[in-house]
């Protein structure tokens, strides 16, 4: 149930994601299995940070993260603090990504798991992108990209190709910038990889807006809202949308109309308490 909570959240299937990562909550509850606790919870909160339920991922994420801590599981600290420093990045608090991003780096070498590597290189790179440091940024970004592909990580190589996109925009590099979103297109429709997708339409929505193409930044930001929809809000990408809806506002135009979230369609997700008062509890 974890594992196809992760996989359904990659696909932008986010409330079967919710449900699939409480089930697998409950059941390892039911066990006190406090490993397996953990790493489902690390997957509840993330899927609830990329709801934007900010308060609520951190709590789940920080459990998860006190649980590896206290059973000297080095490694899944390590991959809970990558988690963290990309919840960190959505909300603009880039020096705290940086922190959780040195951190994920560092534990990823106690068992040396190259997925761990390239994931905490990647948000090394993408905290120094929004701290204006961009002599780091291009180096981590092409380190986390260059070994993505040598080992076929997709899910990793295209954050990679997206935030080295938007770095030569804000660099002036316009023709670089399209290169590196051209890398994405296939992969992001073929995976299919909504989220990312979204994420680089954004990016093309800027360079539109930069080179003053007002027809094709409005095709690109409308592209970004159906992509970040998913099942609707509220489990969309919000952070794919929010950037998408802002760019539409500015240019003048409307959002898509797209069908609203039916929660008719699914069975009710079993309630997990996502910091009950035990020996991991944050109190």
């Keep these: 149930m974890g594992n196809l909570s992760n996989a359904l959240r990659t696909s932008g299937v986010l409330f079967e994601a919710e449900a699939a990562a409480c089930y697998a909550v409950v059941i390892t509850r039911s066990q006190k299995d406090r490993f397996w606790e953990a790493v489902n919870m690390d997957w509840l909160g993330f899927t609830l940070a990329v709801r934007g339920m900010n308060h609520e991922s ?4 920080q459990r998860s993260l006190r649980m590896f ?21 959505w909300v603009g608090a880039f020096v705290d990504a940086r922190v959780f991003a040195n951190r994920s780096w560092e534990l990823a070498h106690v068992l040396n798991y190259e997925r761990d590597v390239i994931r905490a290189t990647h948000v090394q790179g ?3 992108l929004g701290l204006h440091d961009f002599a780091t940024a291009d180096e981590r970004l092409h380190h986390a990209l260059t070994r993505a592909r040598q080992v076929n990580l997709v899910d990793e190589e295209l954050p990679a190709l997206i935030a080295l996109a938007e770095l030569r925009r804000r660099e002036g590099k316009h023709d670089e910038a399209r290169e590196f979103l051209d890398d994405v297109w296939g992969s992001a429709e073929g ?10 339409c954004n990016v093309l929505a800027q360079l539109e807006r930069d080179a ?7 095709e690109a930001a409308t592209k970004a809202y159906r992509l970040a929809w998913c099942d609707g809000p509220p489990y969309a990408y919000h952070w794919g949308l929010v950037a998408a809806q802002k760019h539409l506002a500015e240019l003048g135009a409307p959002v898509p109309d797209l069908p609203p979230f039916d929660p008719a369609r699914y069975e009710p997700m079993p309630e997990v308490e996502i910091d009950p008062e035990d020996e991991f509890h944050a109190g």
């Design 58 to 61: 951190v709590s789940a994420l």
């Design 69 to 89: 801590v206290v059973q000297a599981h080095n490694q899944y600290e390590g991959w809970t603090n990558f988690e963290l420093a990309q919840q960190a990045l």
């Design 126 to 128: 993408a905290a120094a």
């Design 191 to 200: 995976g299919p990889y909504p989220l990312f997708h979204a994420d680089a």
């Design 212 to 218: 003053g193409d007002t027809k094709a930044a409005i």
